[in-house]
């Protein structure tokens, strides 16, 4: 019986650890991001609020691939405008991925408030 025990042992060792890498790149990976809305990191688009392109842009070019399993490295992301601080707003960034490929990054606020805005980006 000491052999099963062994292997019942090994398996929900490795089942634990298998679980905890989930959830450690699913915390690391996020794509959403909350953002405080002042007057270095706003811009006015269209006449409201909106968070500088820069500001998302930068973001979104340092969580596009927190991990080296999650996503491609990208690099030179830009935005064309600012993202308005109205919930369901979208813009698409463009950025390189390694290979000189062109990538299109949509990107949605999920909500915003007076002081902050909530978004998120596509991988």
């Known amino acids: 019986m000491q052999p099963s025990r062994f292997v019942v042992g090994a ?9 905890l ?14 953002t405080e809305l002042n007057k ?22 340092s969580k596009y691939h927190p991990l080296p399993w999650v996503g491609p490295k990208v690099h030179d992301v830009t935005c064309p405008t600012g993202l308005k601080a109205v919930a369901g707003a979208t813009i698409t960034c463009t950025g390189q991925k390694s290979d000189g490929t062109a990538i ?10 007076a002081s902050s805005i909530t978004w998120k980006f596509d991988r």
């Open 21 to 34: 890498g989930a959830l450690a790149t699913h915390l690391i990976a996020g794509t959403e991001s909350t």
């Open 40 to 61: 270095l990191s706003t811009v006015s688009v269209g006449g409201h609020r909106a968070l500088a392109p820069n500001i998302v842009a930068g973001r979104t070019e």
């Open 11 to 19: 398996v929900g060792g490795a089942t634990a650890m298998v679980a």
């Open 104 to 113: 299109r990054i949509g990107v949605t606020t999920v909500k915003a408030t």
